[in-house]
């Protein structure tokens, strides 16, 4: 999505949905959350898996510390005992060691998801050892740049959208779909209400 797609598809939410609107209205519109595509994201995906973005950060860091570009053949060669040694669980170790194999043995090619559509891109990511739906909606929203996903599950949208709608028993993954085509832009607008309010929340303390 370029920069004019992605702020036609803001105007078009603002347009159409009250409730964005008054996000919009309250916070100013939503930047999109967007990583480059590739190995690299694909892994710091995998390490944000149940624990914050910061520390994600920091292993992250002591990762490419340890092994330098993060490559199919570094994370193969480095083994499930020396991405411990960086920090890594034993789980997302082994998760890193087997996306490295099924690169390296062809059975996925990060730079060929790009080229399918949002379903078999998917299925494609899902089918790796340790990338949940989530973690594949993600990377197609982030490094892809795909514009009609939305990432189930996920804590910060299910809580925002409750929130704006006042109703905690609320479906948000059934709820997003008055957003399509523009699922990936409402998730932005609402990742960006969540972090507005817990900060005003938290300067309130």
Known sequence: MTPTEYQRAVATLRRQCPT?????????PPSPNRRPAGLDTLVRIILEQQISVKAADAIHKRLTRGLGRLSARALVDAGEDGLRALGLTRQKAHYCVELGHAIRAR????????????????????????????????????????????????????????????????????TADRWSPYRTVAADYLWHYYRKTRSLSENLI
């Open 107 to 174: 059975r996925f090619s990060v730079a060929g998801i790009a080229r399918r559509s949002d379903a078999d891109a998917l299925a494609a990511l899902v089918d790796l050892k340790g990338i949940g739906p989530w973690s594949a909606s993600i990377y197609l929203m982030m490094a892809l740049g795909r514009t009609d996903i939305w990432p189930p599950g996920d804590l910060a949208l299910d809580r925002a959208v409750r929130q704006l709608l006042g109703d905690p028993s609320i479906d948000p993954a059934a």
């Open 20 to 28: 964005l609107r008054a996000v919009d209205d309250s916070f100013g």
